[in-house]
T-cell receptor
């Protein structure tokens, strides 16, 4: 089955700097890759997603890139703000089984 | 549009008891998935229901079961609770088609003493 790895597990950046989180997946049949943000005491919230027919997608300060050949995808957050502090999860969907597999998460801290 | 709701939000049980958690999906969504979140294991898929049928299942023992009603609301049951079942249980709803976005509820925090 699908396996998703995520790095780093913790990330600390100064406000205004960029943050990059990288994920790899194992199943070449996966073709949907969502990113979720989870704040303390809340459920994960979708922040951006990318499908395998697209190499890059951007939404304001957030961008995601996908390299299907290498089976890795990354989240880029520019001009970070304290409210970006949260745990971020990447995920891959095994469309054959319609099941989302999550990475272990990255705890991002943005220092004012 | 109202989001995914889960009840109760917090629950304390003792070993050996059983528990039932409830999830109401976003209106119009027919798929409900359940996940267990723990600090050590992260987010792990339990099962998914679509139109009252279990469509996918993760690698959890038979003590974990679920069902879905005709209005798409779903319940998850855990029997013979163990200390290791303490976790945040999340449900997510979607339209049910491949690659449809999953929207999560706030979760139910279960503590087993």
């Amino acid at each position: 089955g699908e396996n998703v790895e995520q790095h780093p597990s913790t990330l600390s950046v100064q406000e205004g700097d960029s943050a990059v989180i990288k994920c790899t997946y194992s199943d070449s049949a996966s073709n949907y890759f969502p990113w979720y943000k989870q704040e303390l005491g809340k459920g994960p919230q979708l922040i951006i997603d990318i499908r395998s027919n697209v190499g890059e997608k951007k939404d304001q300060r957030i961008a995601v890139t996908l390299n299907k050949t290498a089976k890795h995808f990354s989240l880029h957050i520019t001009e970070t703000q304290p409210e970006d502090s949260a745990v971020y999860f990447c995920a891959a969907m095994e469309t054959r089984y319609d099941k989302v597999i999550f990475g272990p998460g990255t705890s991002l801290s943005v220092i004012p | 549009k109202a989001g995914v709701t889960q009840t109760p939000r917090y629950l304390i049980k003792t070993r050996g008891q059983q528990v039932t958690l409830s999830c109401s999906p976003i209106s119009g969504h027919r798929s409900v998935s359940w996940y267990q979140q723990t600090p050590g294991q992260g987010l792990q898929f339990l099962f998914e229901y679509f139109s009252e049928t279990q469509r996918n299942k993760g690698n959890f023992p038979g003590r974990f079961s679920g069902r879905q009603f005709s209005n798409s609301r779903s319940e998850m049951n855990v029997s013979t609770l163990e200390l290791g079942d303490s976790a945040l249980y999340l449900c997510a709803s979607s339209g049910g088609q491949a690659t449809d976005t999953q929207y999560f509820g706030p979760g139910t925090r279960l503590t087993v003493l």
